[in-house]
């Protein structure tokens, strides 16, 4: 699998809203920096994402002008705008921000996310 098909699995899995998908592409090293807070554990990044499922109800996912600023053998960094919308108390919502995220290649070829860095824009 290549770096962009890893974005695009990942932005796939989490627009699941299980994060036993979610987990399959992340780093067991993955750190994510978001506006509120900081996750250094896979279960805080679980916490933090099963708790924002339950307040954005069917919420969806998205990347928009995707740039791969650095790739080498070892890793990939892409910059993109985020976007979400879903239900929050039965109110239709929507938003964006600024993302970037690292991925890391594993010796078994695959490519996984080790930092995700969310912020408004």
């Given at each position: 699998m290549s770096y962009e098909k890893a974005l695009d699995q990942y932005i796939s899995a989490t627009n699941t809203h299980d994060f036993n998908n979610v987990r399959k592409v992340l780093h067991?090293?993955?750190i994510y920096w978001f506006s509120d807070k900081t996750c250094t554990t896979v279960s805080?990044?679980?916490?933090?994402?099963?708790?924002a499922w339950n307040?954005?109800?069917?919420?969806v996912y998205s990347a928009e002008d995707v740039k791969w600023i650095?790739?080498?053998e070892g890793s990939a960094t892409c910059i993109y705008t985020y976007r979400y919308e879903g239900y929050y108390k039965s109110k239709f919502v929507k938003g964006s921000g600024r993302a970037?995220?690292?991925f890391k290649k594993e010796e078994n070829g695959s490519w996984k996310l080790i930092h995700e860095h969310l912020s408004s824009l």
């Open positions: 067991e090293q993955a805080e990044i679980q916490s933090y994402f099963e708790n307040l954005i109800k069917e919420e650095t790739v080498d970037t995220n690292i």
